[in-house]
């Protein structure tokens, strides 16, 4: 077995990955035509292009409003999980979803819960993939809609929704504003992460003390990205001394910031934080889990016993309860073991 096979086939987690950005072109295609939803393109190829951040954040909600009933839904997440499996072999995913982004549609929130959770369990019976999901809000519409989100995550628990996130662009919403949702979702046991310090904003428009306030105010025991927590070093070694995981992504939405992503999660695991290598928006962003973690291996010059190290601390991080988390790490263990003995000596 290749350098490259052992990397892809390690199993793994992903922990920050938006169910609206996996969709397969093909699908969204189909789900548009279906549902009568016009896309810019019907050009598999060209769906995925993006101008910039902000031209991608337009796409992935024209995405998601191609999902209308019980059947979308479902096979949304039925794809994501199935996809990751086969290309990564992914055993464990905490997948965001924004249900704001499927309201304009008339979706209520049941039906996309529902739907979603109806292709978390066929996946896991098909692919033996398991999953949970978060509720995400969108912090570009403000205090009040996050209220409104969490309240609606509250008023209809499942046991699939362990947490909350929050997305979208972090200069028109930063964190501070949402200490009141947050709280809501603390007492009501969620757990919390946010997006911060993603390296396609500015240090004025994320600036690392966005980090200190989610893990301050808002009550995150992660972060979704953080690179720009670079630009505090204090701040990188209180984060390194109290083991925060940040789950970072190796792909972005333009080619062009690679390089940028590279060296950023390089100097943030030179600096010895907790990272968990994730896919944030797969087909979007040419990726896959088995790619992310074949292309860090690869740009960042890891070694085996850091890319294993990653996989298994991945663990950590997730929300699992500590019964899961120990029946994961024996999986995860048992299957290194037999990769490793499967590599040239
Ligand atoms: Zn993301």
């Known amino acids: 077995m290749d350098h490259e096979t052992f990397f892809r086939r390690l199993p793994k987690v992903d922990l920050h ?21 016009p896309l810019q393109t019907s050009d598999p190829d060209r769906l995925y292009v993006f101008d910039d951040f902000y031209d991608f954040l337009d796409v992935v909600r024209t995405a998601a409003r191609c999902l209308i009933d019980h059947d979308d839904f479902a096979r949304v997440a039925y794809e994501a999980l199935a996809d990751a499996a086969t290309a990564g072999n992914l055993k464990y995913a905490e997948l965001f979803f924004n249900p704001t982004d499927y309201y304009p549609s008339g979706v209520d929130y049941r039906t996309m819960l529902d739907g979603f959770i109806a292709g978390l369990r066929d996946a896991e019976s098909d692919h033996g993939v398991t999953a949970r999901l978060i509720p995400a809000i969108n912090r570009e519409l403000g205090p009040q809609t996050a209220r409104d989100t969490v309240a609606e995550v509250i008023a209809d628990r499942r046991d699939e929704v362990i947490g909350i996130g929050m997305d979208g662009a972090e200069r028109g919403g930063p964190p501070g504003l949402f200490g009141e ?17 993603e390296d396609n904003q500015t240090l004025e428009e994320a600036p690392p003390s966005n980090i200190a306030t989610c893990l301050d105010d808002l009550g995150c025991d992660r972060i979704d990205h953080g690179y720009n927590i670079l630009g505090d070093p204090r701040l990188v070694q209180r984060c390194s001394d109290d083991g925060v995981p940040f789950t970072v992504c190796s792909h972005t939405c333009v080619p062009s910031r690679l390089t940028t992503r590279w060296r950023n999660v390089r100097r943030m695991l030179d600096a010895d934080l907790e990272l968990v290598v994730c896919t944030d928006d797969p087909p979007m962003y040419g990726t896959d889990i088995g790619t992310a973690y074949v292309t860090l291996s690869r740009e960042l010059e890891l070694p085996r016993a850091t890319a294993i190290d990653l996989a298994l601390s991945g663990i950590d991080a997730t929300w699992l ?25």
Not at 17 to 37: Q, S, Y
Request: with cysteine; proline share 3%; hydrophobic share 40%.
């Open 17 to 37: 990955c938006h169910l609206a950005g996996t969709i397969r072109p093909a699908t969204l295609i189909e789900l548009a035509h279906k549902n009568d939803v």
């Open 181 to 197: 949702a947050y709280r809501m979702a603390g007492k009501a046991g969620l757990y919390r992460t946010a997006h911060a310090c």
């Open 321 to 345: 309860d500590d019964d899961d988390k120990r029946r994961l790490r024996k999986e995860f263990t048992t299957e290194i073991a037999m990769l490793t003995a499967r590599l040239p000596a």
